[in-house]
């Protein structure tokens, strides 16, 4: 059980598009969904928390209009990376947060070339 | 402000046992310490998660003092696959927000 599906795993987008990840909990109801970026040789670093209905709250340094969190339902969470840029390309994984605790995805590598 | 600190790096041999150890000052009172491994290229993997006292699973125990301000993650024999990322993940409450943070990772190098 506990089994959050994350896709895509691999994206490449041309910049100036926008590429949208999708984070769902396939057997539980996810309350908070966190997403999280990861730079090379970096820890991985919290971005955004989101709770169902309710909006993001982004951590400092994270602008909330290039990344767009939705989280409409308990078992759906989306990122989307507006006009991204090279220097969005990063591992992004998300974490989703039940009665139970939380549990990951297997992450997105966006590449914007 | 909450904050995890761990070791850069540490260096082993095969066959010893490792401990690393994260320090949380300001962890949520209800929370879990969970450890994940990451090799590169690849999302983290779950290793042991623990509340209090101490964890053990097949693959690593799990030691958190009483005032859970700390833990420490030990592997009992280490082998050269072991060579990865650690990190430990910890929740906190900021600003009347729960956070749910990663730790800066200790690169452990394992040598044969």
């Known amino acids: 059980g506990a089994v959050v599906s994350q896709h895509p795993s691999r994206v490449i987008c041309k910049s100036g598009t926008s590429v949208k990840i999708e984070c769902r909990s396939l057997d539980f109801q996810a309350t908070t969904m966190f997403w999280y970026r990861q730079f090379p040789k970096q820890s991985l670093m919290l971005m955004a928390t989101s709770n169902e209905g309710s909006k993001a709250t982004y951590e400092q340094g994270v602008e909330k209009d290039k990344f767009l969190i939705n989280h409409a339902s308990l078992t759906l969470s989306t990122l989307t990376v507006t006009s991204a840029h090279p220097e969005d390309s990063s591992f992004y994984i998300c974490?989703?947060?039940?009665?139970?605790?939380?549990?990951f995805g297997s992450g997105t590598r966006l590449t914007v070339v | 402000l909450a904050k995890t600190t761990q070791p850069i790096s540490m260096d082993s041999y095969e066959g010893q046992e490792v401990n690393i150890t994260c320090s949380h000052n300001n962890i949520a009172t209800n929370d879990y310490i969970t450890w994940y491994q990451q090799f590169p290229s690849q999302g983290p993997r779950f290793i042991i998660q623990g509340y209090k006292t101490k964890v053990t699973n097949e693959v690593a125990s799990l030691f958190i003092p009483a005032d859970r301000k700390s833990s420490t993650l030990s592997l009992p024999r280490v082998s050269l696959s072991d060579t990865a990322v650690y990190y430990c993940?910890?929740?906190?409450?900021?600003?009347?927000?729960?956070?749910?943070?990663f730790g800066s990772g200790t690169r452990l190098l394992v040598r044969p």
């Open positions: 974490s989703a947060r039940g009665d139970f605790g939380y549990t």
């Open positions: 993940l910890v929740g906190f409450w900021m600003d009347s927000s729960y956070k749910l943070i």
